[in-house]
C-alpha cells in the first residue's frame, strides 16, 4: 500500500501563486510516476500534469508554461508550483501515484481562485 498526503491548498487571487505538496509512504518502492490531477464541480477529474522517477514530465495543455512539477525522490514528495493562476484552476486537486497494477489517490486538497 502506498499512502498520500497533499498539503498547500487554499484561496488565492487570479494571477498569484499557490504551491502544492505530496508525500508518499508506505511502498513507495511500487511508484513508477506521480502526479497531479484535479476535479472542479459538475467535470470529470482531470490530468495536470504528471512527473517520473526519473524526472520525465507532461502536462495538459491548459497548465502548460504556467504550472511546474518536481520531486524530491529522497522525500518521496512531488510538488505542484502553480503561477499565473486563473479561476478556471479552481477545483479539488488530488495527487496519484502510478504502480505497475493501478493507482494510489490523495484525499484531495481545495485550490479556489478568485477573481
Known amino acids: 500500500q502506498v499512502q498520500l498526503v497533499e498539503s498547500g491548498g487554499g484561496l488565492v487571487q487570479a494571477g498569484g501563486s499557490l504551491r502544492l505538496s505530496c508525500e508518499a509512504s508506505?511502498?513507495?518502492?511500487?511508484?513508477?510516476?506521480m502526479g497531479w490531477y484535479r476535479q472542479a464541480p459538475g467535470l470529470q477529474r482531470e490530468l495536470v500534469a504528471t512527473i517520473t522517477t526519473g524526472g520525465s514530465t507532461n502536462y495538459a495543455d491548459s497548465v502548460k508554461g504556467r504550472f511546474t512539477i518536481s520531486n524530491d525522490n529522497a522525500k518521496n514528495t512531488v510538488y505542484l508550483q502553480m503561477n499565473s493562476l486563473k479561476r478556471e484552476d479552481t477545483a479539488v486537486y488530488y495527487c496519484n501515484a502510478h504502480w505497475r497494477f493501478g493507482n494510489y489517490w490523495g484525499q484531495g486538497t481545495q485550490v479556489t481562485v478568485s477573481s
Open positions: 508506505g511502498s513507495v518502492f511500487r511508484i513508477l510516476d
